[in-house]
C-alpha cells in the first residue's frame, strides 16, 4: 500500500493508510494499533516515517498514545452545541449512550468572592456545592462542580445525584427552572485530582467551562465549573453573516 515512486511523501502515504482504516472500521474505537517496529516492517519505512504519520492521526484526533501500553484507536468526540442548555444525562441518552453519575463530593461552602460576583450574593453566603463525575457508557467523561445558592434549595444536597438528576430535582421540588446561561469556555491544562478522575495524564487538555445558569427572572441559581476531556470533547455552533 506505500509506493516509492509516489510523488506523496512515504509518511502521508501511511497516514491516509491508517486514517482509511480508522473510518472504514477496520480499526475501531479501543483497537490497538501496531507497534512502530512493527509498522516499519510491514511497510519497509523508517521510524522517523511511522511517527510523522502517527503524529498527524494524533493531531487529528484519531489515535491517542497511553504510555507503557500502546497507542490506540480514539473514542469517537462528542459535538456539544453552544446554543441550548441540555443536562449531560439528556444529551447522552440523545446519543444512545448510557449516562452514569457518581457523587464525588457534596458540603456547604461559603461563597468566595468570584462565585459570589456571578450569583450576585454576599461573598461568605452558604451555597450547596456539589462535585460529579460524569461518565458514558462507563467512561469518564467529565467532572462537574456545582455551586448553587442554597436559600433557594434548602436540603438540596440530601438527595442521591448519583440516580437523580440536579436539574430534575430543582425543577420538582423547589420549582427552579434554569433557562439561560452566560458561559466562558477556555482550554486547559489537567490538574492532578481532576486528571486522576478522568483516568487521563496530568497536563492533558481539558475543555474548561464556567457557567452562570438563571431562572426566568433572571434570578441566578447555580455557578459551575465543567472539566470535558479534550479527547471526548469538541465545540460547534452555527454562524450567520447578519449583512444577508
Known amino acids: 500500500m506505500i509506493s516509492r515512486s509516489s510523488k506523496i511523501p512515504l509518511y502521508h502515504q501511511l497516514y491516509e493508510e491508517l486514517r482509511s482504516q480508522i473510518l472504514n472500521g477496520e480499526l475501531e474505537p479501543g483497537d490497538m494499533l501496531p507497534t512502530e517496529s512493527e509498522l516499519l516492517d510491514q511497510y519497509g519505512i523508517s521510524r522517523n516515517t511511522v511517527r510523522q504519520a502517527l503524529d498527524m492521526l494524533v493531531n487529528d484526533g484519531l489515535i491517542v498514545r497511553e504510555r507503557g ?4 484507536v ?10 441550548r442548555i441540555i443536562s449531560f444525562t439528556e444529551d447522552m441518552r440523545r446519543r444512545g449512550l448510557k449516562p452514569g453519575t457518581r457523587v464525588l463530593q457534596r458540603r456547604l461552602v461559603p ?6 460576583e456571578a450569583l450576585g450574593v454576599p461573598v461568605g ?3 450547596a456545592h ?21 436559600r433557594y434549595c434548602p436540603g438540596v444536597l440530601e438527595r442521591d445525584y448519583s440516580r437523580v438528576p440536579l436539574r430534575e430535582a430543582l425543577a420538582r421540588e423547589y420549582n ?25 495524564a496530568p497536563g492533558a487538555p481539558l475543555l474548561y467551562i464556567e457557567r452562570t445558569t438563571f431562572t426566568a427572572t433572571e434570578t441566578a441559581v447555580e455557578y459551575l465549573q465543567i472539566y470535558n476531556r479534550g479527547d471526548r470533547y469538541t465545540l460547534y455552533n452555527e454562524l450567520y453573516d447578519e449583512t444577508f
Do not use: C, N, W
Open 74 to 83: 480514539a473514542q469517537p468526540k462528542i459535538e456539544q452545541g453552544l446554543t
Open 176 to 200: 427552579i427552572f434554569l433557562v439561560h446561561a452566560r458561559q466562558h469556555i477556555s482550554a486547559i491544562a489537567a490538574p492532578v485530582d481532576i486528571a486522576t478522575h478522568l483516568d487521563i
Open 125 to 127: 453566603e452558604e451555597l
Open 130 to 150: 456539589l462535585e460529579r463525575l460524569r461518565l458514558a457508557d462507563g467512561a469518564p467523561m467529565s467532572i462537574e462542580k456545582s455551586y448553587l445558592v442554597h
Open 69 to 72: 501500553r500502546g497507542t490506540f
Open 111 to 116: 461563597a468566595p468572592e468570584h462565585i459570589a
